[in-house]
């Protein structure tokens, strides 16, 4: 059993990733929540420009959902297969 953790500037904060696990697949799930982590920031952050900021911003009564956002986890987060 092996353990890791790392701390990143995410959501306007440090973020905590602490993971638990056997052999190289420790490290592999570190780099997948990494992405996850990042590709959500950049949709969702209100501490910078984003999707987020930017359908808020919009003077439109209804903003039209953006293609990226209509998925989860984003694709750039998936695993690849």
């Known amino acids: 059993m092996s353990e890791t953790s790392r701390?990143?500037?995410c959501f306007g904060a440090r973020v905590g990733l602490h993971v638990a696990g056997s052999g190289?697949?420790?490290d592999d799930v570190v780099t997948v929540a990494i992405a996850q982590?990042?590709?959500v920031?950049?949709?969702l952050t209100r501490?910078?420009?984003s999707e987020l900021t930017v359908a808020n911003a919009d003077p439109r009564a209804t903003v039209p959902r953006r293609r990226s956002s209509a998925a989860w986890p984003p694709p750039s987060a998936r695993?690849?297969?």
């Open 7 to 9: 701390i990143l500037r």
């Open 24 to 26: 190289r697949d420790v």
């Open 37 to 39: 982590l990042h590709a």
């Open 41 to 43: 920031h950049v949709q």
């Open 47 to 49: 501490f910078e420009r």
């Open 79 to 81: 695993p690849a297969s």
